[in-house]
């Protein structure tokens, strides 16, 4: 079984991120070929800063290593390291109906946030779920841990790699996603989706002194530490809890509901509980951060593990189509 998935470097990885991608990969890496990329191509369709793109991608194979991924069980490389996601991604999106895109949430949901001008919006943002689906398709991946929100660019994954078969002869593994529902959509500081993009995330390696305040400044309703809360199943931070300490965060609901347990207390303990509970993956992110030619020799090696397969599979699929 071959599990692969990607996350962006477009920004300090939080809850949402570690949760939807990082752990069940984490988990994954036990059971079967885990292959896990820094999508800095992906990066390209919203962040035009170079030197930031950088530090991103060097800190999201930081992250990765430090929360747990073992570079003897899996490949981590970064995308750009294996240009033959962009080459397979061409052959994908001359039949990639334009419809197929048009109806993607994500799209709609950037041009929307933009001012819904679909002409100031950058090409590369539309034809992503294209790479995307390169990406996976790449590695024959049979297994796809993602967030909900990912959920429309798989089906448009086995769309594309459906209609390949069916035209050109049979190609590509049909892969599945892996959404854990419990997790598929962890909610950020403001109760939307927890994103990079919005502004309203708890980042998992965040200054200490910074994370306080942030979790300690999260707006609440206006009643007093006295009144039963009897909605606290609904609060942002119990759900954050219950995700970091399953009883501690029902423990903490139990207090809100029975009154006489107020949103301050509430959120030094939630706060306690998200430093503990990375406490260990801080430090050795510090050892890993203090050594990048090691970083850099990993991310190195797996590009080399990542290449003979990628190329396999593209010469397959040139082969099929008359490229050949
Ligand atoms: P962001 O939305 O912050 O830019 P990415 O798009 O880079 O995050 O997502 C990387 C991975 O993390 C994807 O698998 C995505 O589904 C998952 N993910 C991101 N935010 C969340 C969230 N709030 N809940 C669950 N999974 C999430
Ligand atoms: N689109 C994903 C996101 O923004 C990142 C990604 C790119 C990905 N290629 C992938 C995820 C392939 C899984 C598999 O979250």
Known sequence: MRILTGIQPSGALHLGNYFGAMLPGIQLQNQGEAFYFIANYHSMTSLTD??????????????WLACGLDPAKAVLWRQSDVPEHTELAWLLTTITPMGLLERCHSFKDKVAKLGGEVGSV??????????????ILLYDSNIVPV??????????????????????????????????????????????????????????FGEEKATRKKIMSIVMDSRTPEEPKPDADHNVVV????????TEGANQEALLRAG??????????????????????RAR???????PEAVHRILAEGAAKATPIARATLARAKKACGLD
């Not at 950058?122 to 990406?135: E, I, K, S, T």
């Not at 006489?260 to 993956?281: D, H, Q, T, V």
């Not at 510090?286 to 050594?291: S, V």
Request: hydrophobic share 40%; aromatic share 14%.
């Open 147 to 204: 967030g909900k929100d990912q959920k429309q660019h798989l089906e448009v994954t086995r769309d594309i790699a459906l209609k390949f078969n069916h035209l050109y002869g049979e190609t590509f593994v049909i892969p599945e996603p892996r959404i854990q529902e419990s997790v598929a959509v962890v909610p950020g500081l403001d109760g939307q989706k927890m994103s990079k993009s919005y502004n309203n995330t708890i980042e998992l």
């Open 50 to 63: 170079p030197e930031l793109r950088r530090r991103y991608t060097f800190d999201v194979a930081l992250d």
């Open 260 to 281: 006489g347990y107020g949103y301050g207390s509430l959120k030094k303990a939630f706060f306690e509980c998200f430093w503990n509970y990375f406490a260990p993956y």
């Open 122 to 135: 950058n090409h590369g943002l539309f034809a992503y779920p294209v790479l995307m689906a390169a990406d």
């Open 285 to 291: 992110r510090a050892e890993l951060a203090a050594n």
């Open 239 to 246: 759900q954050l809890f219950k995700l970091l300490n399953a």
